[in-house]
């Protein structure tokens, strides 16, 4: 298994470089994304480092800033989202303490999330209620997965994470048809080329295999995707604006948490 002190090296060069390029680009957009990702890389790498118990608490700050961005693009109420957020909270918590009673846990937290709609009697949007806290659970449920998958969940996250970057400008620079309507920006011909940029991600971190691929490759794009179609229906750009360059988190792990998904049902 991959080890964080392992990507040390790899994440410092990274950042290092993107400083760089990002100097002499001059622009002050960029300069204010690498700026985060300077912050943000050495603690999620710190958190990695400290094993099961640093990935489970990484797991549940993510997954609780996740579940209001989410909360917040589909409009549910306090009573919904804290009760999304302890599922989330409980399915990590599993996953660290308690692995053999992870689909019991999952079974509960799904039956909380819809009994808040029913017990509120909500006929107007109970519906609109239920389906959002079900999926919300499904799709940030799967942040658990960082605590088994340890640092190769931030190599994984490495990968997806050039693959997009490749993927958006070689998509501008190449053109050619859409790959989705809920994405007009995004073309197959980026989607391919970041797709082999992220398998060479993944051959260089000794992490490259058939799962991993068809997560990063396949994965990725449809969590890109996914995350589109749930902020087109709340007609949102973004998932938040507080992360610099990013707008919200849910924009900065779509694509990880579907690739996350992929590689546990194939894995």
Do not use: N
């Not at 589909?74 to 992870?102: C, K, M, N, S, T």
């Amino acid at each position: 298994m991959t080890t964080a002190a392992a990507l040390a090296p790899w994440l410092g060069g990274a950042l290092a470089l993107g400083g760089v390029a990002v100097a002499l680009s001059r622009r002050r957009d960029l300069m204010v994304r690498w700026c985060a990702w300077a912050v943000g890389v050495p603690l999620v790498t710190g958190a990695f480092w400290l094993g099961r118990p640093g990935a489970a608490a990484l797991a549940v700050v993510v997954g609780v800033i996740a579940v209001l961005e989410y909360g917040g693009l589909l409009r549910l109420g306090p009573p919904d989202r804290a009760v999304l957020a302890a599922a989330v909270i409980g399915v990590v918590l599993a996953a660290w303490l308690a692995p053999g009673q992870l689909p019991r846990v999952i079974a509960v937290g799904a039956l909380a999330v819809t009994a808040v709609p029913l017990l509120a009697g909500d006929a107007d949007r109970g519906l609109h209620r239920l389906a959002a806290g079900l999926l919300g659970l499904a799709w940030l449920g799967v942040l658990a997965a960082l605590v088994p998958l340890g640092a190769s969940a931030l190599a994984l996250f490495v990968a997806v994470s050039v693959a997009d970057i490749v993927a958006y400008f070689a998509g501008r620079r190449l053109g050619g048809p859409r790959l989705s309507p809920l994405s007009p920006a995004k073309r197959w011909s980026g989607t391919l080329a970041g797709a082999a940029a992220g398998l060479g991600t993944l051959a260089a971190l000794s992490l490259l295999s058939w799962p991993t691929a068809v997560a990063v490759a396949a994965g990725g794009p449809l969590g890109d995707l996914l995350e589109s179609l749930v902020k087109r229906g709340a007609q949102a750009k973004d998932a938040g604006r507080w992360l610099p360059g990013s707008g919200g988190l849910l924009d900065r792990i779509d694509s990880l948490l579907m690739a996350l998904a992929v590689l546990l049902v194939l894995s």
